[in-house]
């Protein structure tokens, strides 16, 4: 206290009310003076605060690496969006023309996650034959963004159009609705990955709930209202022991945070169905790989460690069973989703308001042969041509399912969803995309 006196000590001259602050008698240099005293000062720190306002309203974060925003920084980011990136008849031309169905009958799809392993896939398919395609994607980081841009210049090559901008920008999504009629919406969108979950467990709230809710608020409202069809998980049948996972099973044992969230959807989707008769189907897909994939994935990061010599790690259950997965082939499960496009009944509301009951579906997406990982490993050490460093462990407690196996007699009488691609052909398409894309680049940045 004694220390901070002297300091302090000026304080005391200046009365509580500014109004009856008399000041010193200075001399006219001295008032100059301390005038352009003052005056840098207050002219530096004004700057400094200007600087600060702009850079925060012209570099926001993004959105799925930070932690979810307050409704406030939302609104703000709204407004933003609306007054930098949506102005323009360029922009608006492109979503347009990408939106326009070039089929007589063609159908205008917004595919959230467009630039996404699965969504990359989906969009080219559904362009070829003759359907309006707008992609949505806010290209975050979670896996190398080099990988999102090269689908995205492969979309761009398909005459498909990627709006970059995130699925919680209800702004946007109001804009893109308002600019083409969608007749289906696609969603794809999805913070993905079982493991990461416990590293960053608020960013699977952000896109896997509250984005998605964002997304139906907009369909609800629209009129006419879309069809959605959107990814779920076969994570949600968790530590389910009956085999193999049929739709009819308990799924209320989630063994991950992700799982969790991807499970909330499903409860969400029947919400929205249920009060405002949006027509919803939900795709439970069983370990999704292939050209293009995820590099967070298994058979992705051993394919890389592998080639270069670095160990991989093989998890294994108790009595050492190796944990099994029920692999599916990428085009495979586009097919899927291009039926379930294909089979929903339209939604029965408009403008928010419930005209009747509406279409709630859910299918399992898998190919009906669980592989354990031990023989995915074999198949990859057989097409690469090299031996894999491999460590047998213990599964670490980390959200994975021992293993996966999908019933598909749903989707095969529903969808005439029939998978024909078994691990090894599939893999050996994978590797020859891997080598001609990570070969091709002369520094791998992944
Ligand atoms: O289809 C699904 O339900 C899920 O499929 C994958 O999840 P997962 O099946 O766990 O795929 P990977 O992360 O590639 O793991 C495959 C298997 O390899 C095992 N593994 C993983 C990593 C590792 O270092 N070693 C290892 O043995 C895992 O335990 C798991 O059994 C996706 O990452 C999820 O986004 C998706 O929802």
Request: with cysteine.
């Given at each position: 206290?004694?220390?901070?006196?002297?300091?302090?000590?000026?304080?005391?001259?200046?009365?509580s009310?500014?109004?009856k602050?008399?000041?010193?008698?200075?001399?006219?240099?001295?008032?100059?003076?301390?005038?352009?005293?003052?005056?840098?000062?207050?002219?530096?720190?004004?700057?400094?605060?200007?600087?600060?306002?702009?850079?925060?309203?012209?570099?926001?974060?993004?959105?799925?690496?930070?932690?979810?925003?307050?409704?406030?920084?939302?609104?703000?980011?709204?407004?933003?969006?609306?007054?930098?990136?949506?102005?323009?008849s360029?922009?608006?031309?492109?979503?347009?023309?990408?939106?326009?169905?070039?089929?007589?009958?063609?159908?205008?799809?917004?595919?959230?996650?467009?630039?996404?392993?699965?969504g990359?896939?989906?969009?080219?398919?559904?362009?070829?034959?003759?359907?309006?395609?707008?992609?949505?994607?806010?290209?975050?980081?979670?896996?190398?963004?080099?990988?999102?841009?090269a689908?995205?210049?492969?979309?761009?090559?398909?005459?498909?159009?990627?709006?970059?901008?995130?699925?919680n920008?209800?702004?946007?999504?109001?804009?893109?609705?308002?600019?083409?009629?969608?007749?289906?919406?696609?969603?794809?969108?999805?913070?993905?990955?079982?493991?990461?979950?416990?590293?960053?467990?608020?960013?699977?709230?952000?896109?896997?709930?509250?984005?998605?809710?964002?997304?139906?608020?907009?369909?609800?409202?629209?009129?006419?209202?879309?069809?959605?069809v959107?990814?779920?998980?076969?994570?949600?049948?968790?530590?389910?022991?009956?085999?193999?996972?049929?739709?009819?099973?308990?799924?209320?044992?989630?063994?991950?945070?992700?799982?969790?969230?991807?499970?909330?959807?499903e409860?969400?989707?029947?919400?929205?169905?249920?009060?405002?008769?949006?027509?919803?189907?939900?795709?439970?897909?069983?370990?999704v790989?292939?050209?293009?994939?995820?590099?967070?994935m298994?058979?992705?990061?051993?394919?890389?460690?592998?080639?270069?010599?670095?160990?991989?790690?093989?998890?294994?259950?108790?009595?050492h069973?190796?944990?099994?997965?029920?692999?599916?082939?990428?085009?495979?499960v586009?097919?899927?989703?291009?039926?379930?496009?294909?089979?929903?009944?339209?939604?029965?509301?408009?403008?928010?308001?419930?005209?009747?009951?509406?279409?709630?579906?859910?299918?399992?997406?898998?190919?009906?042969t669980?592989?354990?990982?031990?023989?995915?490993?074999?198949?990859?050490?057989?097409?690469?041509?090299?031996?894999?460093?491999?460590?047998?462990?213990?599964?670490?407690?980390?959200?994975?399912?021992?293993?996966?196996?999908?019933?598909?007699?749903?989707?095969?009488?529903?969808?005439?969803?029939?998978?024909?691609?078994?691990?090894?052909?599939?893999?050996?398409?994978?590797?020859?995309?891997?080598?001609?894309?990570?070969?091709?680049?002369?520094?791998?940045?992944?």
């Open positions: 206290m004694t220390q901070l006196k002297p300091i302090l000590s000026h304080l005391d001259s200046i009365p009310t500014p109004g602050f008399k000041s010193e008698k200075v001399s006219p240099f001295n008032t100059t003076f301390n005038r352009f005293r003052l005056v840098p000062r207050f002219t530096l720190w004004s700057l400094v605060s200007l600087l600060a306002v702009l850079f925060f309203l012209f570099f926001p974060s993004p959105a799925n690496n930070a932690a979810p925003d307050s409704p406030a920084i939302r609104i703000k980011r709204r407004n933003l969006q609306n007054s930098v990136s949506l102005v323009g360029k922009w608006e031309n492109r979503v347009l023309a990408s939106g326009r169905p070039s089929a007589k009958e063609g159908f205008s799809v917004l595919v959230t996650g467009a630039v996404g392993f699965v990359t896939h989906v969009s080219v398919a559904l362009k070829k034959r003759g359907d309006g395609v707008v992609g949505l994607d806010n290209f975050n980081s979670y896996y190398d963004t080099g990988l999102k841009k689908r995205n210049a492969l979309l761009e090559k398909s005459g498909i159009f990627v709006v970059e901008g995130d699925i920008d209800a702004a946007l999504l109001e804009k893109l609705f308002d600019l083409v009629k969608f007749t289906h919406v696609m969603h794809l969108a999805a913070q993905a990955g079982v493991r990461y979950a416990m590293k960053n467990p608020l960013s699977y709230i952000h896109s896997n709930v509250d984005g998605f809710v964002n997304l139906l608020e907009i369909c609800k409202s629209s009129n006419p209202q879309p069809i959605v959107w990814a779920s998980s076969s994570s949600v049948y968790g530590l389910n022991s009956k085999v193999p996972f049929s739709e009819k099973d308990r799924t209320d044992r989630p063994a991950s945070l992700y799982a969790a969230t991807k499970k909330a959807g409860e969400i989707a029947h919400s929205y169905n249920h009060i405002y008769g949006l027509s919803i189907t939900g795709l439970r897909f069983f370990t790989y292939g050209p293009w994939g995820r590099p967070d298994a058979y992705y990061f051993f394919t890389k460690d592998i080639l270069k010599g670095k160990e991989i790690k093989i998890y294994e259950e108790v009595d069973v190796t944990v099994a997965r029920d692999f599916t082939y990428i085009d495979d586009v097919k899927g989703c291009l039926a379930a496009l294909d089979t929903a009944q339209k939604s029965t509301g408009s403008g928010g308001r419930k005209k009747g009951a509406a279409q709630l579906r859910i299918y399992n997406l898998g190919n009906t669980p592989v354990p990982i031990g023989r995915l490993v074999s198949i990859l050490e057989k097409l690469l041509k090299t031996k894999a460093k491999k460590k047998v462990l213990p599964m670490p407690r980390n959200g994975d399912v021992p293993f996966t196996h999908a019933n598909i007699t749903l989707a095969r009488e529903e969808l005439g969803y029939k998978p024909s691609t078994d691990l090894e052909a599939g893999l050996k398409k994978f590797v020859k995309w891997y080598v001609g894309y990570h070969g091709s680049k002369k520094k791998s940045s992944w």
